[in-house]
Every structure is written in C-alpha cells, then in structure tokens.
C-alpha cells in the first residue's frame, strides 16, 4: 500500500532528486562512524522506546522468557531506562541529546533536522551540517559510554579488593553508596574481572 501525500511530508522523509523516501539516517552514516557506533545508538533506542514509550521492539522480538513483575517493578524498569539517556544529556547538553532525538526516537531526516535547527542556511547546506552535526552526536553518545563502561569496571574491580581486604558487607554498602544485592552484584563483577588472565586488566588500569 502505497503510503500518503501527508504521510511522506512528514519529517521522518525526505526529498531524493523527484520522488520522497522514508530516510535512514543510520544507514547513511554507518560508513562513517562504524559498527560500534551504531549498536550504541540502537541501544539508545531501545532505552527510549520503553523509557517513553513503555515498550521495546528488541525485548519483545529476542526470543526471551517473558520477566514476572507488576505495574510498580515495570515503572522502576522504566525509570532506570531513563537512566543512561539523561546521563548523556547532561554530559553533552540538550542540543546535542535533542539531536538524538530527532534521529533515533523519531526517524527525522537530515533535512528535516538541518530546517529545524539551522532555518537561516540553505536546504542543501543544513542538510549538510545536520549530517555533519548527527556523526558528531553518534560519536560521542559512543565515547561517553566506552569512558562510562571503563569507568564501571574500574569501580567493580576496586569493590573486589576492598572485599577480598575486610570482608564486610555493611561497611562497603556504606562506602559505596548500595544495598545489600548491588553491592554483592558489583563485588561479583569485579570477581570476574580480577580471575581474567592479566592482559585482560590492562585496559582498565587494574
């Protein structure tokens, strides 16, 4: 069925010489930033989707057991997708999160994108730097949580041997800032990072 003149005037398509597609951005800068950058931001997504939405495509598609739970344990789920999406915004400013936005969340095309935040330039010159802008974006919601990962690590590792030192569940809790199980969940991470052959802590600085 072939979609409607309203329906392809909408932001998420754009114009390609006489006929109007639905865009990808994501495709279209794969080249560009790789692989890795991509699984992030298809991580994003699916953080938004049930963060905003209620619901994630990748969970309901993966195959996966259904997770018992209620209304209040599926808020809670919910607000801590909210989590890492505010993290970034905060880190790299509400410009650059409303660019993920505009691509991730919502499909906007470049030229949707470069008309809503550069109306001044030209179509083909904000198109440009929306392409320009939206890399840029990816690029760092990917370093940002590589920094962020590393810096987990780091945390976990540290957890393990102040446990392996003074085995005390109550004073670590207090030290750092959890309950009981994120305490024994980090101190178990740790565990594992530390039983790896020694190569494998020297990115980490361990």
């Given at each position: 069925?072939?979609?409607?003149k ?10 390609v ?6 865009s990808?951005t ?17 991580r ?17 598609n993966s ?5 018992p ?5 599926f ?8 989590l ?43 198109r ?11 690029l ?24 392996r030192?003074y085995?005390?569940?109550p ?16 101190i178990d ?12 802590l ?5």
């Amino acid at each position: 069925m072939r979609p409607t003149k309203e329906r392809m005037n909408k932001p998420d398509w754009e114009q390609v010489g006489k006929k109007r597609r639905r865009s990808d951005t994501l495709a279209a800068l794969q080249p560009k930033v790789g692989d890795d950058v991509i699984a992030e931001a298809h991580r994003w997504i699916a953080d938004w989707e049930l963060a905003v939405n209620g619901y994630c495509d990748e969970m309901k598609n993966s195959g996966s057991p259904a997770i018992p739970g209620n209304v209040f344990t599926f808020n809670v789920l919910r607000g801590q997708k909210w989590l890492p999406i505010r993290a970034f915004c905060r880190h790299a400013g509400q410009e650059t999160h409303m660019l993920l936005v505009q691509m991730l969340a919502h499909g906007w095309s470049f030229s949707s994108i470069g008309r809503s935040h550069w109306p001044e330039l030209s179509e083909n010159r904000a198109r440009n730097r929306a392409s320009e802008a939206c890399e840029a974006a990816l690029l760092a919601l990917h370093d940002f949580w590589c920094q962020q990962r590393k810096t987990e690590a780091g945390r976990a590792i540290q957890a393990a041997r102040c446990f392996r030192a003074y085995p005390s569940l109550p004073v670590l809790c207090k030290e750092f800032g959890l309950a009981r199980p994120g305490m024994r969940k980090l101190i178990d991470r740790g565990e594992k990072m530390l039983n790896r052959p020694r190569h494998g802590l020297t990115a980490i600085g361990g």
